[in-house]
């Protein structure tokens, strides 16, 4: 189970945090990642992070995009600088297994949308 916490409403320029919290038969060595998904579009891999710290980035991404986690609390975070309006979208979190490309849970998302 996923709990993702943190979208909202921010001007074009802004910041967000994005949170998510794993539970159930989330394993503390499983990867976490985000993706996305906007309007009229398919969804979309933002980055990952394994247990131990390594991070992955998709290359559409810019560089305002920072994963992180806090294994203790087996949660996820993503901060997102200098929004602009192409970032609207409902984020997603999901967990997979180390040895495994397929990701087993989701997210319920949270939306951001950015206004210009």
């Known amino acids: 189970q996923l709990q993702a916490f943190g979208g909202g409403l921010v001007q074009a320029g802004g910041s967000l945090r994005l949170s998510c919290a794993a539970s159930g038969r989330f394993l503390s060595n499983d990867y976490m990642a985000w993706f996305r998904q906007a309007p009229g579009k398919e969804r979309e891999f933002v980055a990952s992070?394994?247990?131990?710290?390594?991070?992955d980035y998709a290359a559409s991404v810019k560089d305002g995009f920072t994963i992180s986690r806090n294994n203790a609390r087996n949660t996820v975070f993503l901060q997102v600088d200098s929004l602009t309006p192409e970032d609207t979208a409902v984020y997603y979190c999901?967990?997979?297994?180390?040895?495994?490309?397929?990701?087993?849970?989701w997210g319920q998302g949270t939306l951001v949308t950015v206004s210009s």
């Open positions: 999901a967990v997979r297994r180390r040895s495994s490309s397929r990701y087993y849970a």
């Open positions: 992070i394994s247990s131990g710290g390594t991070s």
